[in-house]
């Protein structure tokens, strides 16, 4: 009878243990996007609310995901999270920032050095100083690194929409859905089929 007992202890101490450890390694994978590498490179995010992970195949699925997951944020507390940048697009002044990313911060993308201090726009958001004037930017890593894995709204401006990149803690422009797909995408973290699943 006591074997009997130690071999169902053991059993449900098993199952338990294996419940915790799935949600562990769904809480370290909160907030990230995670691209299949055995199949096709099909895009997945896992939602930081309720760590459940939602299909991106087509840009409308990442415009659903900007829609339906993201929280409103105002300019002050989005002014304090880095701004990352992947340069794919065009980029009028060859400051290192993309025209829809100049335009989301309000920089000149007719212009390298919108404060005309002799230092371009890529190089002062890169090193978080300000490039509307002097000094550096009011970046909060702690407060940055509550948001990693979250997708922002910018509510006091025009609606732009944010994703805050778990591996940098910096936030990246969405713009369009095709843009959000496509650095979604980039930032992307490679799995296997059997851990996905």
Known sequence: MKKAITISSL?????AFGVLAEGS???????????????RGEAWYVNPSDLKKYYMGKPEDAYD???????????????????????DGQDNDNDGLENKLEESLGTNF????????GYNDGEEIKNNYNPFGVGKLNINNNF??????????QVEKN????????????RYYLGRAEDALNIM?????????????
């Not at 339906?68 to 701004?83: A, P």
């Not at 007719?110 to 201090?117: C, F, R, T, W």
């Not at 609606?159 to 910096?170: C, F, L, M, R």
């Open 144 to 153: 940055s690194k509550l948001q990693v894995g979250k997708i922002f709204l």
């Open 185 to 197: 995408k980039k930032l992307s973290l490679g799995i296997t089929n059997n851990n996905l699943n």
């Open 11 to 15: 059993f449900f101490l098993g199952i």
């Open 110 to 117: 007719e212009n390298k050095d919108s404060d005309n201090d």
């Open 65 to 87: 995901l900007m829609r339906n997951f993201s929280v409103g944020i105002t300019n002050n507390n989005l002014e304090k999270i880095s701004v990352g940048f992947i340069n």
């Open 159 to 170: 609606g732009e929409a944010w994703y805050v990149n778990p591996s940098d803690s910096k």
């Open 25 to 39: 390694f769904s809480k370290n994978l909160s907030g990230k996007i995670l691209l299949q590498v055995e199949s």
